[in-house]
Nanobody, 117 residues
Framework: VQLQASGGGLVQPGGSLRLSCAAS????????LGWYRQAPGKQRELVAA???????NYADSVKGRFTISRDNAKNTVYLQMNSLKTEDTAVYYC????????????WGQGTLVTVSS
């Protein structure tokens, strides 16, 4: 499975960004698509994941601000990020997995999100 992420950038606190990730290759093996992030000096952590049936798993820190969605026909997952905070600054990685509860082995290249005034 190959994953191509896009949509990162610089945004002010309180602003919004939308990330996209398109999957290609052996997409029949994908159940869950998710977003993880890694800030400087920190471990990679789950942001949100969504199953092919629409079940979701969110980190507590983003609940109510971020929304994950997917278009199964396009094998694409989206992350709408609203009310962004400086602590959301990180490299965001797309991931394909069998479950929404843990990451799989397929990762995208990462896209940088910087929240700063």
């Amino acid at each position: 499975v190959q994953l191509q992420a896009s949509g990162g950038g610089l945004v002010q606190p309180g602003g919004s960004l939308r990330l996209s990730c398109a999957a290609s290759g052996s997409t029949f093996s994908i159940n869950a698509l998710g977003w993880y992030r890694q800030a400087p000096g920190k471990q990679r952590e789950l942001v949100a994941a969504i199953s092919i049936g629409g079940s979701t798993n969110y980190a507590d820190s983003v609940k109510g601000r971020f929304t994950i969605s997917r278009d199964n026909a396009k094998n694409t997952v989206y992350l709408q990020m609203n009310s962004l905070k400086t602590e959301d600054t990180a490299v965001y990685y797309c991931n394909a997995a069998l479950t929404i509860w843990r990451p799989g082995n397929s990762w995208g290249q990462g896209t940088l999100v910087t929240v700063s005034s």
